[in-house]
Antibody, heavy 122, light 108 residues
Framework: QVQLVESGGGLVKPGGSLRLSCAAS????????MSWIRQTPGKGLEWLSY????????YYADSVKGRFTISRDNAKNSLFLQMNTLRVDDTAVYYC???????????????WGQGTMVTVSS | SSELTQDPAVSVALGQTVRITCQGD??????ASWYQQKPGQAPILVFY???NRPSGVPDRFSGSSSGDTASLTITGAQAEDEADYHC???????????FGGGTRLTVL
């Protein structure tokens, strides 16, 4: 079935780095723009970044621009988020998500992973 | 503004109708999408576009929009509808998704 599975979360000190992965299955991953979205504990959702099918189009939220890098490997049906210079306020559950329309990353997201927790603390 | 504003909490009596709203300038130009999220779970899309409900979502969930406000209406709320509801749309440029702060729905 259609599935997204995130991994790579954990505990990291402020200023540290972490790389998240998202494994996709059950759909033509290479046809879809993909996004990373996070949710701070007890709070709302925040879109972070999306990447086009061929890496040519990438957008970031201002809160992570210059610190986070999104990438993908279509051959391995995988999406990544390299997070550098992490701050305490980056503590959140990180989700990868698929848009309902393959080439419309600004629209609705119909498939979400289960999320991976990132805790930034000294 | 690229912000979407939602009421933090709303309550409804069992079986009654409740409207959850999402306000922002971008809603004037772009449709909103709505997600239901229960504790410890990922969000689930329940309504999107002009009039679209994903397969498996009960028809008591409906969406609408007027001016700068999008609404999710639950007609005949059930106990299992108690959850957080998030809206999303696009920023003014249309290039970036944006989410509201979420509304916690309590079914009394």
């Amino acid at each position: 079935q259609v599935q997204l599975v995130e991994s790579g979360g954990g505990l990291v000190k402020p200023g540290g780095s972490l790389r998240l992965s998202c494994a996709a299955s059950g759909f033509p991953f290479s046809d879809y723009y993909m996004s990373w979205i996070r949710q701070t504990p007890g709070k709302g959702l925040e879109w972070l970044s999306y990447i086009s099918t061929s890496d040519l189009i990438i957008y970031y939220a201002d809160s992570v621009k210059g610190r986070f890098t999104i990438s993908r490997d279509n051959a391995k049906n995988s999406l990544f988020l390299q997070m550098n210079t992490l701050r305490v306020d980056d503590t959140a559950v990180y989700y990868c998500a698929r848009p309902i329309a393959p080439a419309d990353p600004g629209g609705a997201f119909d498939v979400w992973g289960q999320g991976t927790m990132v805790t930034v603390s000294s | 503004s690229s912000e979407l504003t939602q009421d933090p909490a709303v309550s409804v009596a069992l079986g009654q109708t409740v409207r959850i709203t999402c306000q922002g300038d971008s809603v004037r130009n772009y449709f909103a999408s709505w997600y239901q999220q229960k504790p410890g779970q990922a969000p689930i899309l329940v309504f999107y576009g002009k009039n679209n409900r994903p397969s498996g979502v009960p028809d008591r969930f409906s969406g609408s929009s007027s001016g700068d406000t999008a609404s999710l209406t639950i007609t005949g709320a059930q106990a299992e509808d108690e959850a957080d509801y998030h809206c999303n749309s696009r920023d003014i440029s249309g290039n970036r998704p944006v989410f509201g702060g979420g509304t916690r729905l309590t079914v009394l």
